[in-house]
């Protein structure tokens, strides 16, 4: 499987992280079905972006990309996203990517003209296909000032000259550069193999990039009609709309996740970015996060409940059936969360501890699947954990005389020191298992 990745000139934004967490979550159901499953998620660190980014900050191209690849990487890592078993980088394909141009060329696909090379897409009969669109419609109307380079308003380029301080490689058409799509189309086939099973990312790739991948991919390999094989199934999410609008730069409401990170723990972006299915839209609110966040309180509260019932970790690789069916149905995420909140509830509510062993394993199961619950409860309530500037043994000697006086039915006294813990920020609970504290 092959996701396109970032390109890295500046921090992720949160509508960045959807295609990354979706796709994490195929990854993890498709590892529940087959023995083997590679998964491929590229880094574009040649691009004009990267480029212009670099020429408006004064800092080295690689500067840049590597700054902020190990930003994406740190922050996809907090929203529970597994490292690609792949990550190809762009700039060391470059070699790879002249000789897939160079097949275009022979199999008459692509042109030379001006330093550039560009795709004809009047020579690949199935363009448009992916995306629905009729080529002979868009090249007829078209009103775009057609490049003096090109031979239709609708070509595109695999390869550009490098002009100035721009960076390139030799190539038989000149020093230049390879353009986005090819970039892909070269980076899959290298670490995959042709054809693969599924090519993912946002909906907003469709068209021109993963059009334009298949059919540079299939016109480098003279076929002209069956785009499978380049790869077998498409996967795309749907966007992000900010408070009901979509993100852009001109509304300024474009969020990152870094600064996202601040406020809250990536599990709770994770599982609002899983809140509703992947093919329809997100309205990202402030509500969309505090209801993933009281969701996953009330599964952390649950485990805390029965942290002292024991279970094999090894069965908890295997995802419940039910759940797992959900997933399998078009990653159906609505139906597979309801199905993880009945065994919460049952959980929740059950005595019988063989049964209490098997819900607790197939809860976890369930989770790892959906990447969250991976933390401790009791740190994610602040149970038992003070702040920095709070001393927990203080706490908990205060906690022992408090249950001291209440055995001795000083009750004045116990109220006393349960008012001078609230005041130090301490939320005290009494349970059958003793008295928890958490910082409010």
Known sequence: MYTCGPTVYNYAHIGNARPAVVSDLLVRVLRQLYPKVTYVSNITDIDDKIINASIESGEAIETITKKYEKIYNEDMNSLGVLKPD??????????????????????????????????????????????????????????????????????????????????????????????????????????????????????????????????????????????????????????????????????????????????????????????????????WTSDTIEQSKNTLDKFYRILNKVSDIEVDKKKIKKCPEKVLNALCDDLNTSKALAELNEIAKKLSSSTDLNEQIQLKTDFLASAQVFGILQKSPKKWLGIGHAQDNLDGEHIENLIKERNDARLSKDFNRADEIRNKLAEMGIEIEDTPNGTIWRSK
């Open 86 to 283: 792949i990550q190809p980088h762009a700039t060391d394909f470059i070699n790879e990517m002249i000789d897939l141009v160079q097949k275009m060329i022979a199999n008459d696909t692509a042109y030379e003209s001006e330093g550039h090379v560009l795709f004809n897409v009047t020579k690949y009969s199935a363009y448009g296909k992916l995306s629905g669109r009729n080529i002979e419609d868009q090249l007829a109307g078209s009103r775009v000032e057609v490049a003096s380079y090109k031979k239709n308003a609708g070509d595109f380029v695999l390869w550009k000259p490098s002009v100035d301080n721009q960076p390139g490689w030799d190539s038989p058409w000149g020093f230049g550069r390879p353009g986005w799509h090819l970039e892909c189309s070269t980076m899959s086939e290298q670490s995959l193999g042709l054809p693969f099973d599924i090519h993912g990312g946002g909906m907003d790739l469709i068209f021109p990039h993963h059009e334009n991948e298949i059919a540079q991919s299939c016109g480098a390999h003279n076929e002209d009609k069956d785009p499978t094989i380049f790869s077998k199934y498409w996967l795309h999410n749907a966007m992000l709309n900010i408070d009901g609008e979509k993100m852009s730069k001109s509304l300024g409401n474009i969020f990152y996740i870094r600064d996202y990170l601040k406020k809250c723990d990536g599990e709770i972006l994770r599982l609002a970015l899983l809140s509703g299915h992947y093919r329809q839209s997100i309205n």
